[in-house]
Every structure is written in structure tokens, then in C-alpha cells.
């Protein structure tokens, strides 16, 4: 699988959003951290520490955990997600720290663990009333990337016969009905985020919006 070319490495950049996230957590309440993320079932917590997770296992290690828990790569997920919750919301976070400069990852393209901590990252921030902007140029790369893959979560089934156009970048993709909107609420419609779709406008939303909803 070829991965979309930016302008740096991807690792600096997976570093930079990680580094990023965890200064937005800092000071966090256990009560903020009990918060329900964008991922259903998941509060914030669970999602950082399922990111920590991702940056912690090596491809032999993921098919460890995977034969492990008899190919229930959800069984895999939640395991390995709770390897790194420790006692409290401090802890956890602290573990997510740990990882901030890993370039460890499991079988995935880089470009899947950037998606992995820009998108799982505004699963946690959106909840919590808190907004980073994003580089433009990184946000164009992952949606150039989520476009052409359905590795990991569903993106380049979930627009076809769409066209997407974003409002504040260079990221166009498709054809048929438009979707049109700012490059992350473009990313996060795609990874199958219903809250983002009334930040989108255009014929094609209601087509985007029943695929999202039909995951439920």
C-alpha cells in the first residue's frame, strides 16, 4: 500500500499531535475523564489509553494479543486498551506521555497511526469543549490517505459517489453529489463520526449521513 507523500516524515508529525493532545488533557478532572467520547461506549480515557496502546505494540506483540483472544480483534482492542488505563485519569495519562516519541506501531501503514491520533484525539477534545487547529497541510495528507483506504475503519466505501470539497484547503475528492466542509469535519465524517455531519453542507450530506448512521 503506498502511502500519500508529505513534506516530512510522518513519525514528526504523529509525534507533534500526540504531544499536542496530551498538553489539551493536562489538568483534566476525574469527572472530565468519565466523559463519554465520540467512540460509543468509550469514555475520553478509555480512548487515550487505547491510543497509548497503538503506540505500544509491535507487529509480533498484535499477534500475540490477536491469537490470544482467538482472532476477536475487538476482544484484542479492549485487552490492550485496558493494559493502560492505570488507577486514575493522571495515570493514564502519563502512560500516553510515555508514547508521545514511540515510533513503535502494529501492522499499519504510518499514516493509519496518524489517522489513529488525529481522529481518535478529537474523539476525546470534541466532548470536552476543546479545539486544536490542526496544520492544513497534515489534515490534506490523512484525508488524501482515508480517501483511497478502508484499512482499519471504513472511509473510501463510505464516499463513494460523493464528491467532497473542503472550504478551508486543497482536499477534493469524488464525484456526484457534493459534500463540502472543513478538512477535519471532512475526515471525521469520513471515519464514520455522525457528530461532525451538521458542520457539512451540500446535496450529498444526507446520502453520507444515512452511511454513518447505518454503522449504529
Known sequence: MTEPRTKTDVWPLIHAERAALADDLAGLTEEQWRTPSLCAGLTVREVLAHVTSAATLTPLRWLAGVIRCRWDFDKQVAMRLAEQMGDDGAETLERFRGVVASTTKPPLPKMAMLGETIVHGEDIRRPLGIRRDHPIDVLTALAEYYRGSDLVVMAKGRIGG?????????????????VSGTTLALIMAMTGRAAHLAELDGAGVPILRKRVLAQD
Open 162 to 178: 460523493l464528491r467532497l470539497q473542503a472550504t478551508d484547503g486543497p482536499f477534493a475528492t469524488g464525484s456526484g453529489p457534493l
